[in-house]
């Protein structure tokens, strides 16, 4: 007998029709603890050109018959049943092989699957799965009883009322960021419909449609809220939007990520995300998704959104991103959940683009510990976890609706920041009539110095220069010395200001002072930093705010 194993360097192409995989979920899952098994129902070909099969799996054939923990057997009466099931149901296609199961124990072919596949004279392919790991195993003999590894995939069968009024184009890129690879994906969806669709669509949608056409929208944070955020932008008619995470989808994700399926796990966040925004979309969208710390773009990246939404859950971050929308005079509204008294709050941190405040200022004192902080929904209490959706969906829902108000330009107090507080629904009413009344924030108090906005001068544009990182520190200095005409024997970029960027987040290895001397050699450091950001500039006479945009020319 002939071993199972692939002796082709040419995979099988495996299609399962999705309403074939539900029907194996049944099978396998009625009686865990003993095996079973059905018929696949489909059809193989071969491509002539380059020797590949083909198989399409369209139904599966099986009884509610069950054999023992350790063996089911596929018997003559059994295989009778499947071959009249498919000629009264399934014209025009064959058995193609069989399924069964594993119980308890992990998918793979025993020495009894081998035998029988040793006794077959077709084309067949052949899958063992396992309902208590969750694995399985595939293999397809050819007529030769030659086996072939096989690539499965899942045909989801579209509306055919909807076949050809959706196109999407699919961009991945791959760059090396301050050491690292960083991927991004980025969906163009282009819908089109018939005169009398458009013209009810119009009816309700024209106007947004219109109006936010061209706005560029970042949502920093692919969980729970930023899910949520990302669905309420796709359905408010944004036509342009990134989404930035660096994590990707795990099991305990899914109850809280409303857009994205098990076919997640595992994967990129922001990549998951954007994909799933491009297919769900009723309107026309560009979606990007990066996979990437947002530190590791740089204050630079954000110059190019009309409004900035960090759904993060770190107060790091979301003090980093502030003060780059600041810095670039963005809109930037910031959200979070968390417990108190063992009831869900949360807040909304809106910033205009001229806010006369920043995050540092509303957060008050102690906020530099606040920076070590990460409150995730992972961490809420398990009686409070049921409310995690319901909860996040109202802080979402305030946030997009405050972020489409300053995008339409209906804000009325546009030099004011907000902070509103939510509180869950009965929990008294003192806390129940403060949930959304808001804070206003007009202007510092008269005394009240920020190291940011003191530096800030919205009648003067931050210059820039562009260096070469690989190249000695000396030339930088030579063209700060240049810049600022200050005849000192050194300069030094003094992050310390703002502790924002990132080789200063790092636990091994941070820097927030950097010092460019007249005599200063190549500084690995350098290539940490972000391709684009803002410095302080310390000098002996004056400080200044510099965008340094390094480069690694060839």
């Known amino acids: 007998m002939r071993e199972v194993n692939p002796s082709s360097t040419m995979p099988a192409h495996v299609f399962m029709d999705k309403a074939v995989v539900q029907k194996i979920n049944e099978l396998i899952h009625r009686d865990p603890y003993k095996e079973c098994g059905g018929f696949f129902i489909g059809n193989v070909s071969k491509d002539e050109v380059t020797g590949r099969y083909n198989v399409h799996i369209h139904d599966l054939y099986h009884e509610e018959l069950s054999g023992t923990a350790s063996s089911f057997e596929f018997s003559t009466d059994y295989t009778m049943n499947a071959v009249k099931y498919v000629k009264r149901n399934c014209k025009g296609y064959h058995i193609v092989g069989n399924i069964h199961s594993h119980a308890q124990f992990q998918a793979f072919f ?107 929208v970042l949502i920093v944070g692919a969980g729970t809220i930023g899910n949520l955020l990302a669905e309420y932008a796709m359905n408010s008619g944004i036509s342009d939007l990134c989404i930035v995470d660096m994590d990707t989808y795990q099991y305990w994700n899914l109850p809280r990520s409303s857009m994205v399926g098990e076919d997640s796990l595992g ?23 990066i996979n990437a710390d947002i530190c590791d773009l740089g204050w630079g990246f954000l110059k190019q959104f009309d409004i900035v939404l960090s759904p993060v859950d770190s107060a790091a971050i979301r003090q980093y991103i502030d003060r780059g929308c600041r810095i670039y005079h963005i809109p930037h509204i910031t959200c979070g959940t968390g417990i108190v008294d063992g009831d869900f709050t949360g807040n909304i941190l809106a910033f205009p683009s001229d806010s006369p405040v920043d995050l540092e200022y509303v957060w008050g004192n102690g906020y530099r510990e606040k920076l070590k902080e990460r409150r995730s929904c992972s961490d809420i209490a398990e009686e409070t976890q049921a409310q995690v959706m319901g909860f996040s969906s109202q802080i979402a829902g305030m946030t997009m609706d405050v972020a489409l108000k300053y995008l339409l330009g209906k804000f009325k107090e546009k030099t004011v920041a907000m902070k509103y507080i939510l509180n869950a629904v009965g929990n008294g009413i003192i806390r129940d009539k403060a949930a959304l009344r808001p804070f206003k924030y007009g202007k510092l108090p008269v005394g009240t110095k920020s190291e940011l906005f003191s530096m800030l001068d919205s009648d003067r544009e931050i210059p820039s220069v562009t260096f070469d990182r690989r190249k000695p520190k000396h030339e930088l200095w030579e063209m700060l010395n240049e810049m600022f005409q200050e005849q000192i024997p050194s300069y030094r970029l003094n992050l310390e200001w703002s502790l924002n960027i990132p080789v200063a987040y790092r636990s091994i290895g941070a820097c ?34 510099l965008e340094i945009i390094f480069t690694e020319e060839t």
């Open 267 to 289: 994967k990129p966040k922001a990549l998951e995300l954007a994909k799933a925004v491009a297919e769900k979309s009723s309107f026309s969208i560009e979606v990007t998704g």
């Open 512 to 545: 927030a002072v950097l010092e460019v001397a007249v005599n200063s050699g190549v500084d690995p450091t350098l290539m940490d930093l972000p391709p684009r950001h803002i410095y302080l500039v310390e000098g002996e006479e004056n400080d200044y705010l």
């Open 110 to 216: 025993s020495g009894v699957d081998k035998e029988m596949m040793a006794q077959s004279r077709d084309n067949s392919f052949y899958m063992v799965v396992s309902p208590k790991h969750g694995t399985w195993v595939g293999i397809f003999k050819d007529i030769d009883f030659e086996f072939h590894e096989c690539e499965l995939k899942i045909a989801v069968k579209p509306n055919p009322n909807v076949l050809f009024n959706k196109t999407i184009k699919r961009v991945d890129k791959e760059v090396a960021l301050n050491g690292k690879r960083c991927h991004s994906s980025s969906f163009r969806t282009s819908r089109f419909y018939s005169e009398t669709q458009q013209r009810e669509f119009d009816k309700r949608f024209l106007h947004s449609i219109t109006e936010l056409k061209g706005k560029k």
